[in-house]
């Protein structure tokens, strides 16, 4: 089950998402780095399985995942001993990279640290957190009525907003 932003297609709401997550960086790196922002910190560590039985993942994180990846100049800096352990540059924060494909279709990434060394600068995690393109959630095993449950609950906890809404709750800070 996917539900993108309201009239935008899942192609326009990717491109949207990968341009404004490299505008997060940018504005994330000229106060500090990424790390200083819990709410980065939670988003491309996005662990689904906290909240459903499903696999369960947003558009926003795994494209912030792979923008973080790929910025250009690089912050965050691969260990030479470990190709799934990164580092951030500015305050050698330690992210662990995960990928899982669970087909052809469904992937979910994520960088998860377990605690941030930068000082924080962006405001706490609140519920609801709002994402832009949203989630999507998929389980073979479980029934429709049980995913229905669920993503009724999780909408109110990630509710779709419109984009300036999303940037600005990524951008508030302590």
């Known amino acids: ?9 899942k192609d326009e709401a990717l491109e949207v998402l990968r341009t404004t997550s490299n505008d997060l960086i940018t504005f994330y790196l000229h106060i500090s780095c990424p790390c200083a922002f819990p709410r980065f910190r939670f988003l ?11 696999l369960l993942h947003t558009f ?7 923008t973080a990846l790929d910025y250009d100049p690089a912050f965050l800096i691969q260990e030479e001993t470990n190709e799934t ?11 662990t990279y995960i990928y899982d494909q669970y087909s052809i279709n469904f992937e979910l990434t994520r960088l998860v ?15 609801p957190f709002p994402l832009f393109a949203g989630l999507y959630i998929t389980d073979g095993s479980r029934s ?6 669920d993503w009724k609950m999780l ?7 419109p984009l300036r809404e999303f940037i600005h709750y990524m951008k508030v800070r302590t």
């Open 155 to 161: 909408e109110e906890k990630f509710p779709q907003v």
């Open 44 to 54: 491309v560590g996005f662990e689904g399985s906290q909240y459903t039985n499903s």
């Open 113 to 127: 640290s377990k605690e941030s060394k930068a000082l924080q600068e962006g405001a706490a995690v609140e519920f």
């Open 144 to 149: 429709e009525d049980d995913i229905q449950k």
């Open 85 to 95: 352990l990164f580092s951030c540059r500015i305050c050698k924060t330690q992210y």
């Open 1 to 9: 089950m996917q539900k993108f932003a309201q009239e935008t297609s």
């Open 60 to 66: 926003e994180s795994n494209v912030l995942v792979s």
